[in-house]
T-cell receptor, first 110, second 115 residues
Framework: RKEVEQDPGPFNVPEGATVAFNCTYS??????FFWYRQDCRKEPKLLMS???SGNEDGRFTAQLNRASQYISLLIRDSKLSDSATYLC???????????FGGGTRLMVKP | SAVISQKPSRDICQRGTSLTIQCQVD?????MFWYRQQPGQSLTLIAT?????????ESGFVIDKFPISRPNLTFSTLTVSNMSPEDSSIYLC????????????FGPGTRLTVL
């Protein structure tokens, strides 16, 4: 079993749609959780950290369920510019080492 | 977030040669890392670059193949030695800012093609 698993997609959605990505992780001792966004041929960029209480940043909402070892990202009112690969990232308990999921590709179409 | 630059941005190299990639940060950072992203894949951690001591390598990566230097808190190099086509990849450095959080920020990457 992979340490961080994501549905690779692609998710093809129309502009304005709401789309949700899920991610599961295997290390129950994981401490920190993140969603990164990676555009084609670019480096990953931090989208948001994920907190146990859930957090929202504009159209983006992230939630963490520690009991189920499950992380989600919800994007509302999708824009064309949201098209990218979304990486679920987990930080274990050993010195800031990040483990990346395989990424979920999102394509927003007009 | 820190501003991170990498040199070269891309290179095409011959089999058997070595390439050294530089990572420069605009501020002092405690933690620096080197990752590899092979075509169509996600990122894999190669090693943690430790200032003043040997790098800490992840399983599957060894110092002879990927020697790393970290002479100070703003700079690190990764060398890909005795390259083969399987080393064709994007190599990225990342840092943890010293502001207290544990978010990592990535450099723009070095796209390496080995012929």
């Amino acid at each position: 079993r992979k340490e961080v698993e994501q549905d690779p997609g692609p998710f093809n959605v129309p502009e304005g749609a709401t789309v949700a990505f899920n991610c599961t992780y295997s290390n129950s001792a994981s401490q920190s959780f993140f969603w990164y966004r990676q555009d084609c041929r670019k480096e990953p960029k931090l989208l948001m950290s994920v907190y146990s209480s859930g957090n929202e940043d504009g159209r983006f909402t992230a939630q963490l369920n520690r009991a189920s070892q499950y992380i989600s990202l919800l994007i509302r009112d999708s824009k064309l510019s949201d098209s990218a690969t979304y990486l679920c990232v987990v930080n274990g308990n050993a010195g800031n080492m990040l483990t990346f999921g395989g990424g979920t590709r999102l394509m927003v179409k007009p | 977030s820190a501003v991170i630059s990498q040199k070269p941005s891309r290179d095409i190299c011959q089999r058997g040669t070595s390439l050294t990639i530089q990572c420069q940060v605009d501020s002092q950072v405690t933690m620096m890392f080197w990752y590899r992203q092979q075509p169509g894949q996600s990122l894999t951690l190669i090693a943690t670059a430790n200032q003043g001591s040997e790098a800490t390598y992840e399983s599957g990566f060894v110092i002879d193949k990927f020697p790393i230097s970290r002479p100070n808190l703003t700079f690190s190099t990764l060398t890909v030695s005795n390259m083969s086509p399987e080393d064709s990849s994007i190599y990225l450095c990342s840092v943890v800012a010293t502001s207290g959080g544990d978010e990592q920020f990535f450099g723009p990457g070095t796209r390496l093609t080995v012929l």
